[in-house]
């Protein structure tokens, strides 16, 4: 058993002086009881934390998640441990459908390797099943309505590997697509999108609960015939049982949208994600990814012609600094929208460190520098 002491330790939204107790690659206790180990851990003074999860990134440190290749998504997977996520559901950008296909299957042979210092949780597909309108980065050539017989393939081959998808509500008018997903335990999020409140509500109705990343290539109102029809953003905070994720970089949303997000869904609502792309934490400052043109300035990747932003370079790190520091949120309110919160939507026994959770653990100080990372219990930083 493995024994962690701090005074703070975050359970929920309030710090806690005690320790964690490690056993089996699960929390057993969390209690003010000091208990005999046969290994302990004392970071008195700095925090510990459940491990960070996102759900919605392209990769890091120079390695792509939709590559060709098995290592490249483990080194992806491992650079971002180091900034305290110890759960990742790799994303793939849009491209030929015979590209993601392969991209799943080195995400898929990865996870079984094991070889990883992070969970793999499973892959998202972002596309291709997008509205061109709403294209942003990825790949308009490729977009297109869902076709029934590539993607019951897929699933029925790799569906215990496939998590997530991203689609375009409108472009699904049966709900055909999203109700087969969804029955196959895959999270439908709506993103890349032009539907209409209609549309949302038949997306929700076939079990549909997310909404990627909030206010990027997401629709608004809209009128016609001068009578407002509410878009994806207005859906995401009408409709309830909608779950939303925010690029919390603290550039592609300024402070004070990000603090009305969470103001009108709440905490429990709200996932933090990076939406990093294979730059993050390297010294590339222009290219070409997904046939898409960029260039990295003021801390953010954009489109080469500055008709908007490409995705993140951020890390989950950043993330709670945006929260805390930007924001004006406490660490433990922070932490919450990037552990407890994505768990939930995910369907994971992690993002708390309460018995019987996984044991994820990430140390860090005052200033959100990570020092140490536990992985079902093994340190692996």
Wanted: a negative charge.
């Amino acid at each position: 058993m493995i024994k962690i002491k701090s005074d703070k330790i975050i359970v929920g939204k309030e710090l806690f002086d005690g320790y964690v107790y490690i056993e089996n690659g699960l929390i057993k206790w969390v209690t003010n009881e000091d208990i005999p180990c046969e290994t302990t851990y004392d970071y008195t003074g700095k925090y510990v934390s459940p491990g960070f999860i996102d759900i919605h990134t392209h990769g890091g440190g120079g390695y792509p998640f939709i590559s060709g290749s098995v290592e490249s998504v483990i080194n992806a997977c491992d650079f971002h441990v180091k900034h305290g996520t110890t759960s990742i559901v790799p994303t793939i950008s849009t491209d030929d459908f015979s590209v993601m296909v392969s991209a799943v299957k080195d995400i898929s042979e990865a996870k079984k390797r094991g070889r990883g210092k992070a969970n793999i949780i499973g892959a998202h597909l972002e596309g291709p099943y997008l509205s061109k309108n709403q294209s942003g980065a990825q790949s308009g050539s490729f977009i297109k309505a869902p076709v029934k017989a590539e993607y019951e393939k897929l699933v029925y081959d790799f569906g215990s590997d496939i998590v997530r998808w991203t689609y375009a509500p409108e472009n699904d008018k049966d709900g055909e697509f999203c109700s087969f997903i969804t029955k196959h335990g895959i999270v439908a999020s709506a993103g890349h999108s032009d539907a209409c409140y209609d549309d949302m509500k038949k997306a929700v109705a076939n079990d549909c609960n997310l909404i990627t990343h909030l206010y990027s290539c997401t629709s608004t109102v809209k009128r016609e015939k001068g009578f407002r029809i509410l878009g994806v953003i207005e859906s995401a905070y009408l409709l309830d049982e909608l779950f939303v994720e925010i690029i919390a970089d603290g550039k592609h949303l300024p402070h004070e949208l990000i603090n009305m997000i969470i103001k009108i869904k709440g905490e429990d609502k709200v996932c933090l994600i990076t939406d990093s792309l294979e730059i993050a934490g390297s010294n590339v400052t222009e290219g070409v990814m997904s046939g898409v043109e960029y260039v990295v300035e003021e801390g953010v990747c954009k489109l080469k012609d500055g008709t908007g932003f490409a995705g993140s370079i951020a890390t989950c790190d950043g993330l709670i600094k945006t929260l805390v520091f930007g924001c004006g949120y406490s660490i433990p309110y922070s932490v919450s929208m990037l552990t407890k919160t994505p768990a939930k939507v995910m369907g994971l026994n992690k993002g708390e460190l309460k018995q019987g959770c996984d044991a994820d653990v990430v140390v860090f100080d005052d200033n959100i520098a990570v020092s140490d990372v536990f992985v079902l219990g093994k340190k692996v930083i």
